[in-house]
């Protein structure tokens, strides 16, 4: 008998003990990353934004076209009833010299962190990817394209990832019907003012079946009042620099704002096709430090139509065009027609071969460097992977192959 109670007091004993630890929650930690390198042909292109002379074919080593060179950290925390903590740390750099992507930024491409429930959506805060942007992204040219040669002329409508907000809350709900909506601000930090250096955006996403629509708005205020300079003050500033500036926008960089409206969609056919279309209203709104009188706009309209008639294969193919509205003394407004093409061969799951063509062709006038008095001939600017080295001439040719291994 004593014996028996004895075992029954061990065996409470451990289950009160098991009692008193705490439950620690599951969590989880990835390491992940890509590395892009090719080699790519230009028929034409400068070596300064605003140059009209002087323009030369050229080959050069290009990493990052397919997508850009990076690893990163992601993970989370499991606290019970379905709700997460998620963070996202990442980190670019160019593959071809081992420099860092941005400077004084170790982790320029993303770092935030945040809480997720499946039932009431996610809230994150820090240097993140808008709304506007991540809602409308399944759309983007640059899926198949790529944002090097296939973004829209020079990014101007910002559907590609080369815009990182700082200091961003943003929330997202959960899907419903299909249906998910997102809203996210920006805080510029500028001492007087909340609007001077904010961003803020808002976008919903309807994916049913193999159907997909999505609607989005973004307006990015300049951090110096009336215009002038833009982002004077990177340490404060949302971005820390103007986005899409090139050769279709150069004349406008003095903007007090811009703004950004977007609606794609997409449709698949079956497993091997599908289209997705995007359009796409741009304005940059002058202030009274603004080198420029009134608001510029752009409209873009574009389609991509995507093959896959087997695994290891993918085909792309692309047009664009980009038309200015009248403004600014200018009467025979710029506009830009784009062509692309890709293929891509899959090694394997993570490595993959791919080849790019792309061609566009500039006419009309539009604002040089120095702003209204300095209307110039358009020149072309593809993609958003020479923004900063665009064609002398209306017209640019580019050819690129490269290999792209995900780990």
Known sequence: MKRSLRGIDVALFGAALAASVPAFAQSSVTLYGIVDNGLSYTSNQTSTLGSTSGGKSAVKFTPGVWAGSRFGLKGGED????????FQLESGFNSGTGAQQYSNAMFGRQAWVGVTNPAYGTFTAGRQYASYYQMLS???????LTGYYGAHPGDVDGLDTIYRANNTLEYTSPKLYGLT???S?????????TNRGSTWSTAAQYALGPIGLAVGFSRINNSTLGGGTWGADSTTTNGGSQIGVSAV???????QAQQRFAVGGGYTFNSAWDVTATYTNVQYIPGTGSK????????????VLHWKPMVAWDFGAGYSYTRATRANGIEDSAQYHQ????QYYSLSKRTGLYALEAYQHAKGKTLGTNGAGQIIDATATLGDGYNTAPSTTGNQFAFGVGIIHRF
């Open 292 to 303: 420029f009188h009134d608001t510029a706009i752009f409209n873009t309209g574009g389609l």
């Open 181 to 183: 909506v997102s809203g």
């Open 249 to 255: 926008t150069n004349g406008y960089q003095t903007a």
């Open 79 to 86: 606290l019970g009833g379905g709700t997460k903590v998620i």
């Open 339 to 342: 062509f692309n093409l890709s």
């Open 185 to 193: 601000y920006s805080l510029g930090g500028v001492a007087g003012s």
């Open 138 to 144: 399944p759309y983007s040219p640059t899926t198949w």
